[in-house]
């Protein structure tokens, strides 16, 4: 086992250019100074415990961007720096959910109000529920069953598929349009399954759009077993749910990215980020709370090492990811307008579990080369590097022909508490949490040192 797994370490090596010993050595050093010194979980702690939920255009928010420009400036970042975005303001307010059937009595359930959906302005808005699976039950629907009532899909994340973040895509179709489907066929309001593994009542939110062309009606995400109920009882009797909100987009609002580096002595500029903003529910500690705690840890590791880099490491705490993005893009406009060359981006924002690969979105040079180096990062449970998807917040940068990669953590958890009240600090383990920084640190040190 020994000669098969180092021949292909030597071959790829000779390949490159590259002394693997020491860099496997350099990699240990990492690992040891992150998992015993690493500051990250006690990070997380304070801002999800002391901020909280910071959805933008928030005071929450706000206070978040006070809190990650003192951690940066304690990392030790030789400078730090704010990047003003224009943000959505979306405002949940009140809201309320309840169902009966027949003659029965009205019954509270658990809901949330999608993000960027109007609400009912405070009005009550009761109607029959009209129960289905999916859009092919939906289409075979006439437009007159469909006025004037509540359509609920009850579609739920397919377990069979492995990689979670393919069933949330999938699923995802359900809550990000069918406000408009509905309304354009003259439905009053929308009921979506939450897109969620846990095998629980908890509703999750998320962000859904609207097309112009078509009323705006309420958007709701309920939990799988309330929709599962409703979907039992509408095959014996008639359903009617009773719906009040008061969210609503809001003006436009100035906010900041955050932004913190630590100077190269070569041209160039690593990125390595999160986004600081989080859903209106829960403490944003998955999402994506472990990202950013994640990205002022490699920074904090080169400073507190003396670990020379040769190109400027920046970590970039993104604002909007969750309801508009604009943060990424913003960024992306800034790089496009200056002289600065960045060489490679990373981004993680799929939660703070143990980390297993990679997912890159570079040319095929570059991701021969990366996969080079999967043997130095076997002993740390990484052990798929794969073309794939980076991050929404630093997609943008592909169109300046960026080269980019996104931490791959094991997934099976994370959907069970994503844009929920379940994404609280205690559902993130510190060992995992700061192996996640640590690989992201070492494939930082293996770009910085034989990436031009």
Known sequence: MKKLFFLPLVLSGFLFGQDYKSDSVAMRKIADHIMTKGEGYNDLYQ???????????????????KWAEAKLKEAGADRVWLQPVKVPVWVRGEESLQTKTGNGTWQSIPMLSLGNSEGTNGKVVEAEVIVVRDFDEFDKLT??????????????????????????????????GTASLVAKRGGRAVLVRSIS?????????????????????????IGPKTADELQRLSAKQKIYAKLVSNCGMRDDQDSFSVIGEIAGTENGVI????????????????????????SIEVLRLFKQTGLKNKHTIRAVL?????????G?????????????????????DTGGYSPRGFGLNMDDAKIKQVQSWQPLFVPY???RIEKGYAGADINPLQKLNVPLAGLQPDSQRYFDLHHSHSDVFEAVNRRELLLGATVMAQLIYLIDNYWK
Do not use: C
């Open 381 to 383: 449970g990484v052990y």
């Open 318 to 326: 993104f604002a909007n990811e969750e309801n508009g993005t604009r």
């Open 47 to 65: 801002l999800t415990k002391q901020v909280g939920h910071r959805l933008s255009g928030s005071e929450g928010y706000s206070k978040a961007v």
């Open 271 to 294: 990125v390595v980020g999160g986004h600081l903003d989080s859903w209106d529910v829960g403490e944003g500690a998955q999402d994506d709370g472990a990202g950013v705690v994640q």
């Open 143 to 176: 437009d007159a069953q469909i006025k004037g009532k509540i359509v609920l899909f009850n579609y739920p994340m397919k377990q069979e598929l492995i990689e979670t973040g393919e069933a949330y895509g999938d699923a995802g179709r359900y809550r990000y």
């Open 197 to 221: 593994t846990a095998p629980d009542d908890v509703p999750h939110t998320g962000a859904m759009s609207y097309d112009a062309a078509y009323p705006k009606i309420p958007a709701v995400a």
């Open 328 to 348: 990424g893009k913003a960024y992306a406009d800034y790089v496009a307008k200056s002289s600065e060359r960045h060489v490679f981006a990373i981004e993680s």
